[in-house]
């Protein structure tokens, strides 16, 4: 009897371990230049993120710094600060894939996965088709 319940309890905790590493890319994170915070978040099953800090947050005329290579005259005078470029992650087998990331100075759209180095560093990957070909940054948690 308690080798069945010791197994039971090693399957608990070992699916809890499991359910809280998606949650690891969840906070702040500092991308590889240096220029931005993306604050990544949940919403239901998907995981989305948006800038939250930028060093230089303000235009040559002191105004916030807007969306300008938007190819949607709609969206080019949105500001840039608070924007969400990561959308649609889903959580997979240690990575978060399906999702895509937006690049505001050049106003296109990626394909993207997210994979965890560590507790602290994650990789991102941007891509146009095959993920091998593509451009992969390494981001650290903000504290």
């Known amino acids: 009897m308690q080798k069945y319940l010791f ?11 499991f359910s809280q590493n998606k949650d690891l890319i969840l906070g702040k994170w500092l991308n590889a230049t240096g220029e ?28 916030p710094k807007l969306d300008k290579e938007n190819p949607h005259n709609d969206l080019n ?15 997979k087998e240690g990575i978060w894939e399906g999702g895509t990331i937006y690049d505001p100075k050049t106003g296109k759209t990626y394909s993207c996965k997210i994979s965890a180095d560590g507790k602290n560093k994650i990789n991102v990957r941007g891509f146009v088709g095959f993920s091998l070909l593509g451009r992969t940054e390494t981001w650290t948690r903000v504290e």
Do not use: Q
Not at 7 to 17: E, R, T
Not at 44 to 63: H, I, M, S, V, Y
């Open 7 to 17: 197994i039971i309890l090693l399957l608990f905790c070992s699916m809890n371990g």
């Open 36 to 63: 931005a915070h993306i604050h990544i978040y949940a919403s239901g099953n998907k995981f989305f993120g948006k800038l939250a800090w930028l060093k230089e947050p303000l235009d040559a005329n002191g105004k």
């Open 77 to 91: 005078k949105r500001p840039i600060l608070g924007l969400v470029f990561l959308k649609d992650f889903i959580y």
